[in-house]
């Protein structure tokens, strides 16, 4: 500790470029074990100065590596709420950068701002900093090679989706216009980042929690086609089958590939499970196609080329839709109040199920 209170004097502007780049350096070093990462959080006075330098330092070295130290304190929970707490307007700083298609640094900064809001509690608080900003960032996400110096911004894509764990978030991106949510729908089929993908992925599935929005997502967004599309693979159907799809899935090549990456997957059948909750979702659903398309994908995850999660979660969308409204007698799932000691039972069933 009384070591890194020395490194500390010589994280400053001020401080002659060769002696900081020598500080900065030891640091990002420490950052790179759990050990060291615990050390440097018990300093907020260190965490403040690297957040500085990042934001502040003209030499292109010294602002890279702090913002490098930034990223790997930031990726556990503990650290992300320390840097929160110690560096003044952090999320602002991060939001501005990112927002800048100048800043050579954008992707270190959205990477800082996606681990600072991944926790529930943290993302409201960085929501409540950053909505004002939502709209630009959107708008920089959306726009393909936004930036003027080769970042991608893929990061933006869990932002996303950690500020849709919470009520606000979830507003925000479902506003009565639709417009916002329609422009980030269409990532759930970007094929050049996975991360990016796996954002929006995740932002539906949040969404999909929220059962008030089922129709606003089913008949506003139309959202089935696209999830659907993904899970579909060159399997053929019959007339009367395809009759039930949307265009999209109608009559697909034989070369057509399913998302190929298990946990996109799993989100995107636990956002139908999800969808599954209220009557008039379930009977939309079964209306579009739903069923045949998870049968044929059932039938592939039980391939060795298919996922054992994937599989499970599969079967509990199939074994819902399968069963007429008489037999199921709810019209929202959520509101049956299953006992305590019933759910630790079908939890262990599940992972005995993925165990085998």
Not at 61 to 79: H, I, P, Q, T, Y
Not at 83 to 92: C, E, Q
Not at 158 to 185: H, M, W
């Amino acid at each position: 500790m009384e070591s890194l209170q020395e490194i500390q004097q010589f994280l400053t502007l001020e401080t002659p470029q060769h002696v900081k780049s020598i500080a900065i350096t030891y640091v990002l070093s420490l950052t790179g074990s759990k050990e060291g990462q615990e050390l440097l959080c018990k300093c907020s006075e260190i965490v403040a100065a690297l957040g500085k330098l990042a934001a502040e330092d003209k030499d292109p070295v010294v602002s890279k590596e702090s913002l490098l130290c930034l990223v790997n304190l930031s990726a556990e929970e503990d650290g992300a709420a320390v840097l929160l707490k110690s560096i003044s307007k952090l999320t602002g700083t991060c939001a501005k950068n990112i927002i800048d298609e100048n800043c050579t640094l954008a992707d270190p900064w959205s990477m800082v701002l996606s681990n600072v809001s991944r926790s529930l509690p943290l993302a409201e608080q960085v929501f409540d900093e950053i909505e004002s900003k939502l709209n630009d960032l959107i708008s920089a996400f959306t726009r393909i090679d936004y930036n003027k110096k080769k970042c991608h911004l893929n990061y933006l894509g869990p932002i996303f989706s950690n500020l849709s764990q919470v009520t606000k978030g979830r507003e925000f991106f479902c506003q009565a216009d639709a417009e916002t949510l329609s422009r980030l729908i269409p990532f759930v089929q970007y094929e050049e980042s996975l991360v990016r993908k796996g954002g929006i992925v995740g932002l539906l599935k949040n969404i999909c929690f929220d059962s008030s929005r089922h129709l606003f997502l089913l008949e506003e967004i139309n959202i089935l086609p696209i999830v659907l599309l993904s899970l579909a693979g060159p399997e053929e159907y019959s007339d009367e089958e395809n009759d039930k799809f949307s265009m999209e899935l109608q009559y697909l090549s034989p070369d057509k590939q399913r998302e190929n990456d298990p946990d996109i997957r799993k989100m995107l059948i636990d956002s139908l499970n999800q969808l599954c909750a209220t009557r008039k979702a379930r009977e939309f659903l079964r209306s579009n196609g739903t069923y045949e398309i998870l049968r044929e994908l059932h039938k592939w995850e039980n391939t060795d080329a298919g996922d054992k999660l994937c599989l499970i979660s599969c079967e509990n969308v199939v074994d819902i839709l399968i069963r007429t409204e008489d037999e199921i007698g709810e019209d929202n799932l959520k509101s049956l109040d299953v006992p305590n000691d019933l759910v630790e039972k079908f939890d262990k069933m599940g992972s005995n199920l993925v165990e085998e």
